[in-house]
């Protein structure tokens, strides 16, 4: 078994900056792409930022520029670095990583339990 556990959220004024980390322990082999998510209430979740095990990015269109998304494979960590804050980034942001438990099984998509962001003056 693989676990997610997230950390970082939390209340911050409009312009202000938080960072996200999420850590995958248990039952691994290798750790593939690790990605951020977000989900407002009653809606899909959305693809925040995406990381390959290579260090190859991909952001959604509403926070290019603003997050940075990175990770430490030795620790099998994924960080979100968020700045320039607005109202509408508030929601629970969910880590999402592939992991292979075993070199003969293949990658299976694991989340963590999510963690609130609140941005408000």
């Known amino acids: 078994q693989v676990h997610l556990v997230e950390s970082g959220g939390g209340l911050v004024q409009p312009g202000g900056s938080l960072t996200l980390s999420c850590a995958a322990s248990?039952?691994?082999?290798?750790?593939?792409?690790m990605a951020w998510y977000r989900q407002p209430p009653g809606k899909q979740r959305d693809l925040v930022a995406a990381i390959t095990s290579g260090g190859s990015t991909n952001y959604g269109d509403s926070v290019k520029g603003r997050f940075t998304i990175s990770r430490d494979n030795a620790k099998n960590t994924v960080y979100l670095q968020m700045n320039s804050l607005k109202p509408e980034d508030t929601d629970v942001y969910y880590c999402?990583?592939?992991?292979?438990?075993?070199?003969?099984?293949?990658?299976?998509?694991?989340w963590g339990q999510g963690t609130q962001v609140t941005v408000s003056s």
């Open positions: 999402n990583a592939g992991v292979k438990s075993r070199w003969s099984e293949p990658s299976s998509d694991y």
């Open positions: 248990g039952s691994i082999f290798r750790v593939n792409a």
